[in-house]
C-alpha cells in the first residue's frame, strides 16, 4: 500500500453501472464512472482530483496536440472469490511509466499520484470490476503536454489522468498475422521502448494494409535488415521451439513488457526451458515447415495470451498447429489468470489487493 494520498473527490450523484454487461463486454468503450486528473504546473505537482467521468476541453494550441508529448501505461485490476480487488504488478506499470516519460521528455509522476491514485479510483469504481472468464477492469493511465505554445520544446505542464474500462477477450478469434516487411514500428536509438502515443499511430497505416489482404495484425521485424522478429502490433511475441519458450530480448526497439517479463518467470517456474535471444524470420518460417516451431503467440496486457492461427510471410501463409490444453499458451494464461484472480497463492508478489 503506497502512502496515503491528499485528494479532492467528487462522487457521480448516480452510477453508469447498469449500462455494464459483463457477458458482452467491447474492448475499450465504457468507461466506469470516475475518472483521476492531476496537473503538473511548471513542475509542481497539484492536489489530484477524483472526478465523474467526462469530457475535457483544450485550447487549441495544447502542444501535446501537435507535437505528441503523450504516454500511457495498460494494466488490468481482477477480483477474487471474496469480492475483492487484485490489481497486478502495478508497480512494473508506474516504473516502466516514468521511463517512458523520461524518453519523451516529460514529467516525472509520483508513486502516489499514480499508485495511490489507482488505489483510489478502484475502491471508489470497485463495482466495475466484472468477474467471469477472460474479464477484468483496464486500467488506463495516460499523461499529456498541457503548455498551450506552439514552439518546439518539452512542455512545462503536463496532466497526468486515469481512466478505467471494463474488458473481455481481445480477440475473438486467433488472429492471422503478416510479417511486415516494409515498414518499421521503431529503429535503435528511436523510441520503441517508450509507451508513447506516437508508436502506436505510425502502426496504423501499415497494420490498415495488412487488414486489406486479410490479416488481423502484423508482426514487426527489425529496421535495419527486417530480418529479425520484434514485436506483433501491440504486444510482445513469444515462440515454441523445441519445446522451448523463445522470445527475442528487449532492447531499445521493444517494449519491456510486463507480460512478457510474468510470462518467462511463469514458465521457468514450470520447469520450460526460456530463451530470450534474436529470433530470425527465416528460422521461425522453416520451424513452422519442419515441425519444430508449434506455437506463436502475442502477450501483452490487453490481449493476455493470443495464440495465432497463421502467419503470412512473402505472398504464403504459414498455418500453425491447433492449440491444445498442453499448448504452453494455455498453460501459461491459465497460470496467469489463476494468480491474477487470486484462484492459486501468489508466490511471486504480483498481486496487489486492493
Ligand atoms: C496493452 O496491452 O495495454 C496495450 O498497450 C494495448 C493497447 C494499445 C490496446
Known amino acids: 500500500m503506497t502512502e496515503t494520498l491528499n485528494l479532492d473527490v467528487t462522487l457521480v450523484a448516480e452510477s453508469r453501472i447498469h449500462q455494464l454487461d459483463p457477458n458482452n463486454?467491447?474492448?475499450?468503450?465504457?468507461?466506469?464512472?470516475?475518472?483521476?486528473?492531476?496537473?503538473?504546473?511548471?513542475?509542481e505537482w497539484q492536489t489530484p482530483k477524483i472526478l465523474p467521468y467526462g469530457d475535457i476541453s483544450y485550447n487549441p494550441a495544447l502542444a501535446t496536440l501537435h507535437y505528441g508529448q503523450s504516454i500511457f501505461e495498460g494494466m488490468?485490476?481482477?477480483?477474487?472469490?471474496?469480492?475483492e480487488v487484485l490489481m497486478f504488478r502495478?508497480?512494473?506499470?508506474?516504473?516502466?511509466?516514468?521511463?517512458?516519460?523520461?524518453?519523451?521528455?516529460?514529467?516525472?509522476?509520483?508513486?502516489?499520484?499514480?499508485?495511490?491514485?489507482?488505489?483510489?479510483?478502484?475502491?471508489?469504481?470497485?463495482?466495475?470490476?466484472?468477474?467471469?472468464?477472460?474479464?477484468?477492469?483496464y486500467l488506463r493511465p495516460f499523461m499529456f503536454a498541457s503548455d498551450v505554445y506552439l514552439g518546439v520544446r518539452p512542455s512545462q505542464n503536463y496532466r497526468f489522468m486515469i481512466i478505467m474500462s471494463p474488458a473481455g477477450k481481445y480477440y475473438s478469434t486467433p488472429p492471422k498475422v503478416k510479417v511486415e516487411t516494409e515498414f518499421i514500428r521503431a529503429a535503435p536509438g528511436g523510441?520503441?521502448?517508450?509507451?508513447?502515443?506516437?508508436?502506436?499511430?505510425?502502426s496504423l497505416y501499415p497494420a490498415k494494409l495488412a487488414q486489406e489482404q486479410g490479416y488481423t495484425q502484423l508482426l514487426w521485424t527489425d529496421a535495419l535488415e527486417h530480418k529479425y522478429f520484434e514485436e506483433s502490433g501491440?504486444?510482445?511475441?513469444?515462440?515454441?521451439?523445441?519445446?522451448?519458450?523463445?522470445?527475442?530480448n528487449t532492447s531499445t526497439t521493444i517494449l519491456k513488457g510486463i507480460t512478457r517479463d510474468t510470462l518467462i518467470q511463469l514458465a521457468?517456474?514450470?520447469g520450460i526451458e526460456v530463451e530470450e535471444r534474436r529470433v530470425s524470420v527465416e528460422e521461425i518460417i522453416a520451424g513452422i515447415q519442419s515441425g519444430s516451431v508449434t506455437e506463436v503467440f502475442g502477450a501483452g496486457t490487453a490481449v493476455v495470451v493470443s495464440p495465432f492461427a497463421a502467419i503470412g510471410f512473402e505472398g504464403s501463409d504459414y498455418?500453425?498447429?491447433?492449440?491444445?490444453?498442453?499448448?504452453?499458451?494455455?498453460?501459461?494464461?491459465?497460470?496467469?489468470?489463476?494468480?491474477?484472480t487470486g484462484k492459486v497463492a501468489d508466490t511471486f508478489g504480483w498481486v496487489w489487493n486492493i
Open 25 to 43: 463486454i467491447a474492448f475499450g468503450t465504457i468507461f466506469t464512472d470516475h475518472m483521476l486528473v492531476a496537473d503538473c504546473i511548471n513542475g
Open 76 to 83: 488490468k485490476a481482477f477480483k477474487n472469490d471474496k469480492d
Open 90 to 137: 502495478p508497480l512494473e506499470n508506474f516504473k516502466r511509466f516514468n521511463i517512458s516519460a523520461e524518453r519523451m521528455c516529460m514529467a516525472q509522476v509520483p508513486e502516489e499520484i499514480f499508485i495511490g491514485g489507482l488505489e483510489e479510483l478502484l475502491r471508489i469504481d470497485a463495482a466495475w470490476v466484472p468477474k467471469g472468464e477472460d474479464n477484468s477492469l
Open 191 to 202: 523510441v520503441g521502448y517508450a509507451k508513447c502515443a506516437g508508436n502506436y499511430a505510425a
Open 234 to 248: 501491440t504486444m510482445n511475441v513469444m515462440f515454441v521451439k523445441d519445446g522451448k519458450l523463445v522470445t527475442p
Open 268 to 270: 521457468k517456474s514450470m
Open 319 to 340: 498455418v500453425l498447429p491447433t492449440i491444445t490444453d498442453e499448448s504452453y499458451s494455455t498453460r501459461l494464461k491459465n497460470a496467469l489468470n489463476d494468480i491474477r
